[in-house]
């Protein structure tokens, strides 16, 4: 039998330097394209400097208005305009954020939905990822004594039509049962936002600046 890899072959590989792949600071996932979104408990402020995003750091620092500016890219908007689409696998290796109150993300967006986290991550619940397909309703908290703060992650996520399947470092850990849809396509978007208290707790009131890594993202596609 083919592993999922062998089937397949890469149709994205992130590079976040790339204007022609990535659009920074703005997303349609946010209201009126950004900057902020307070309706989700969010402190960011999204800024299109590139010491935010376009290293692969994704960072937020502190603003004296209580927000943190904080570094986003999305595909939507961008001239390739990639989108992830049915049968698709994506494939990430991330550190995580050690500061609470960093909340870390890739997810996907359209159209005001068709959002599946590859992952979420709060440094309070510092074994526990976060894995949910949002167009259907379910979700999966993975807990993992080799998730920390401030460690690497391997994650990877097939977006299949009857169930999404994640993979964390190489274990299958959720098929969710429910799937996508065949029809199903969507934007990318990596980010750090900022939890403002309400879900997890907001940042330490001495904490000035937060980071997480995405060293590598791919997504690979069914040979045809």
């Known amino acids: 039998m083919q592993s999922p890899r062998s089937a397949t072959e890469p149709v994205f590989v992130a590079d976040f330097t790339s204007e022609t792949q990535w659009v920074a600071g703005r997303s349609w996932a946010y209201p009126d394209g950004g900057p902020v979104n ?39 908007g961008s001239r390739e305009a990639f989108e992830v689409r049915t049968g698709d696998i994506l494939e990430a290796r991330v550190r995580l954020p050690e500061e609470i109150g960093a909340w870390p993300a890739i997810w996907t967006w359209r159209d005001g939905g068709q959002e599946i986290d590859v992952f979420e991550y709060h440094p309070d619940n510092p074994d526990l990822l976060e894995l949910s397909n949002r167009v259907r309703g379910r979700y999966h908290y993975h807990r993992d004594p080799g998730i920390r703060p401030g460690g690497e992650v391997r994650l990877r996520t097939q977006f299949g039509a009857r169930s999404v399947v994640w993979w964390v ?11 996508v849809g065949r029809h199903w396509h969507a934007y990318l978007i990596v980010n750090l936002s900022v939890c403002a208290g309400r879900y997890h707790p907001a940042p330490d009131p001495d904490a000035t600046e937060m980071s997480y890594e995405v060293s590598e993202l791919r997504v690979l596609r069914p040979r045809r």
Not at 54 to 72: I, K, N, P, Q, Y
Not at 169 to 179: I, K
């Open 169 to 179: 470092d190489d274990a299958r850990v959720f098929s969710d049962g429910v799937g």
């Open 38 to 76: 307070p309706g989700d408990n969010k402190l960011d402020h999204l800024v299109a400097d590139p010491a935010y995003s376009r290293s692969g750091v994704f960072r937020a620092t502190r603003r004296e208005d209580g927000l943190w500016d904080a570094g986003l890219l999305t595909t939507e």
